[in-house]
């Protein structure tokens, strides 16, 4: 039983970190794949703030870091009041954890098909955290703009390919960028949305 991250981040095993990120009405925001990442003709897909964690970094410092390459600004990391596992295969299972903050999820991703690391697992470790303020200067290669969505659309998300319109109708709403991204595209989770998904059916958190 996983007691600590340094249980689920083995040795030589690739790890990042994700952010469960909230605006101030309490929906989730993500970020729409930019311009470098390749996904299914009319589709692109959605996940959370973050990314690899580099050799000899801290977790926090990883968060925060990844937080001002990817949105231009700062957030604040909160503790989560129940730790998840989400292994690849078998059920989620709810921790006892001694780090603080407390992470919210522990999540083994399969890097998806097209993909540099195709096939691969990457272990991400999502904390919970706020915005201090709007995102700005987004490298539009990374990231074509930040969606806020739903607790509910977030959950529906993993089992519907939705057209951007179709969210914005549902009272989702682009927070930054964007501008550039078709309302007919359909939208897909990947990574930090996805375990967010899975977490949300099990908890208020």
């Known amino acids: 039983m996983m007691k600590s991250i340094a249980d689920f981040a083995l ?13 101030d009405k309490g ?20 996940a959370g703030i973050g990314g ?23 957030v604040d990391i909160l503790s989560a009041l129940t730790a998840w596992y989400i ?25 998806p098909p097209n993909t540099p690391q195709a096939g691969g697992l990457y272990r991400i470790v999502i904390y919970r955290a706020r915005l201090r303020e709007q ?23 993993p ?6 319109a179709d969210l914005l109708t549902e009272g989702a709403s ?9 309302r007919e595209v359909r939208l897909y989770p990947i990574g930090t949305a996805m375990a967010l998904a899975k977490v949300l059916q099990l908890s208020e958190i």
């Open 52 to 74: 690899h964690r580099e050799e000899g970094e801290g977790w926090l410092a990883c968060a925060h870091r990844e937080a001002r390459e990817e949105i231009g600004v700062d």
């Open 135 to 157: 995102p700005r200067n987004m490298p539009e290669d990374e990231l074509q703009g930040v969606i806020a969505l739903t607790a509910e659309q977030v959950i529906r998300g």
């Open 174 to 182: 682009i927070t930054a960028g964007g501008k550039m991204v078709s």
């Open 11 to 23: 040795a030589n095993a690739e790890t990042g970190v994700g952010l469960a990120l909230q605006d």
């Open 87 to 111: 292994p690849q295969h078998g059920p989620i299972q709810q921790l006892s954890m001694i780090d603080q903050p407390r992470p919210l999820a522990f999540y083994e991703m399969i890097h």
């Open 159 to 164: 089992h519907r390919r939705p057209t951007l």
């Open 27 to 46: 929906r989730y925001l993500f970020f729409l794949a930019g311009t470098r990442h390749r996904c299914p003709p009319g589709e692109l897909f959605y």
